[in-house]
């Protein structure tokens, strides 16, 4: 297992596309989050799953965007009529926590680099 | 909502030397988690150090360490022995335990450059 893997690296889309990201978290973990990092800013939490129930949404993440990890699994992360304001890196990451059991902090990927022009 | 605050958005240290960077945090819970991530350019984060709020202990690994003041909500991070491949975006960020909210809030960060 080399690691949580985003892809693409890199998204130039024009305003109004829809696109879609894609993370596989490290096998044996079991949380997943999205988080979303503008330039100067620390990441903003967007949404987090327990397997493939996503448990948590933040405000941030209006209709437009929406997120799914089907069996477990991977997961994605898809903006519908994207906004030059959606331009930011999106970053994944995972975890294994049991119920209330010690955090440990999370395992990040690379991150997915959105630019709307 | 907890609010993350990093005070100095640049620090700079020489190679070898010690320097501590700060962060303070706004709660009213008295169980949680903060950590300390470090983000090098271009490449992913990653988790310098955690500390439990309930254990008195300051968390140390290997050059790092913390300044953990909860009264004070204060939790400044310590590098020792500077080294070059210490240069990145360091973040400080909370965990609640309560409430059931896995996010991790994170402060704006501080950019360290290490001097040769």
């Known amino acids: 297992d080399t690691g949580v893997s985003q892809d693409p690296r890199h998204k130039i889309t024009k305003r109004g596309q829809n696109v879609t990201f894609r993370c596989d978290p490290i096998?044996?973990?079991?949380?997943l989050y999205w988080y979303r990092q503008t330039l100067g800013q620390g990441p903003e939490f967007l949404t987090y799953?327990?397997?493939?129930?996503?448990?948590?949404k933040s405000r941030l993440l209006s209709d437009r965007f929406s997120a799914e990890r089907p069996k477990g699994s991977f997961s994605t992360l898809e903006i519908q009529r994207t906004e030059q304001g959606d331009s930011a890196m999106y970053l994944c990451?995972?975890?294994?926590?049991?119920?209330?059991?010690?955090?440990?902090?999370?395992?990040f990927g690379s991150g997915t680099r959105l630019t709307v022009v | 909502a907890q609010t993350v605050t990093q005070s100095q958005p640049e620090m700079s240290v020489q190679e070898a030397e010690t320097v501590t960077l700060s962060c303070t945090y706004d709660?009213?819970?008295?169980?949680?988690?903060l950590f300390w991530y470090k983000q090098p350019p271009s490449r992913q984060m990653i988790l310098v150090i955690r500390?439990?709020?309930?254990?008195?202990q300051n968390a140390t690994e290997n050059r790092f360490s913390v300044n953990f003041q909860k009264a004070a909500k204060s939790f400044s991070l310590k590098i020792s022995d500077s080294q070059l491949g210490d240069a990145a975006m360091y973040f400080c960020?909370?965990?609640?335990?309560?409430?059931?909210?896995?996010?991790?809030?994170f402060g704006k960060g501080t950019k360290l450059t290490v001097n040769p």
């Open positions: 990451a995972s975890s294994f926590l049991r119920g209330q059991g010690e955090d440990y902090g999370y395992t």
């Open positions: 096998s044996e973990h079991n949380r």
């Open positions: 799953f327990q397997n493939e129930a996503q448990l948590e």
């Open positions: 709660t009213s819970e008295s169980d949680y988690y």
């Open positions: 500390q439990e709020a309930y254990k008195q």
């Open positions: 960020a909370y965990r609640s335990t309560q409430g059931g909210s896995e996010k991790l809030v």
